[in-house]
């Protein structure tokens, strides 16, 4: 008798042992869908993935590496620190996303095409002004409209 209540625990023990294993490689080969945790300006519903394509394309229309928007963790700067607001360039990043937007909704989309052409229909992205560099460009490439006025364009320093 005693050594069947022995059996029937070692077995319950060992039932237990075994279901905690499969509930954590069930864990380790479904991770959970990574979260979005300091979103501003992508809408509410965009994914992960989404969001990370964006920043592939931030990177190539602006010709920089993440870091360039990203802050390091605070205790391993050898890691980044995506949701972070402490480099000041995703703060700009930010507004440049709200511009190009705006662009597009209030000015690109108005455009009125003739009936059939499509071939010429485009939106503006980063890469309509970056080309591949952080800032656009280093002077005019030619006088501005003077409506604008030269001063403000002119560049820095001169
Ligand atoms: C041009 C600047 C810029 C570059 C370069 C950039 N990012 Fe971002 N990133 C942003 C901005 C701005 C946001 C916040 C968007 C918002 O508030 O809606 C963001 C948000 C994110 C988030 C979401 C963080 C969270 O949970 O809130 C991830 C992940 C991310 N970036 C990854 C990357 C990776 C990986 C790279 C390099 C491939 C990269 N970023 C390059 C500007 C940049
Ligand atoms: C209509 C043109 C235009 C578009 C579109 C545009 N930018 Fe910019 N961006 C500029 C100009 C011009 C500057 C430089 C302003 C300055 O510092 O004098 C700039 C500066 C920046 C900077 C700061 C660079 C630095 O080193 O200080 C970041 C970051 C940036 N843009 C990101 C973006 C991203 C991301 C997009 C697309 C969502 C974008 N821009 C779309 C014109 C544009």
Redesign the pocket.
């Known amino acids: 008798m005693k050594t069947l209540k022995n059996k029937k625990t070692t077995l319950l023990l060992a039932l237990t042992v075994i279901t905690a294993l499969l509930v954590q490689s069930f864990s380790f080969q479904q991770p959970q869908p ?9 809408p509410a519903t ?1 994914t ?1 993935q989404e ?2 394509h ?3 394309q ?2 190539v229309d ?1 010709g ?3 870091n ?3 802050a390091p963790e605070k205790d391993n700067p050898r890691k ?1 620190d ?2 972070s607001d402490a480099n000041p ?6 507004d ?2 709200r511009m190009t937007d705006e662009m597009n909704k209030k000015y690109i989309a108005s455009i009125k095409h003739a009936e059939g052409d499509t071939t010429n229909i485009q939106l503006v992205t ?1 890469n309509t002004c970056h080309r591949g560099a ?1 800032k656009p460009f280093s002077k005019p490439l030619q006088a501005p409209p003077p409506s604008i006025g030269a001063k403000m364009l002119a560049p820095v320093g001169k």
């Open positions: 990574k979260k979005l945790k300091n979103i501003k300006v992508f965009a992960y969001v990370d964006a920043m592939d931030f990177k602006l920089v590496k993440c360039y928007c990203h980044m995506m949701p360039k995703k703060e700009i990043a930010r440049m996303i980063c952080p």
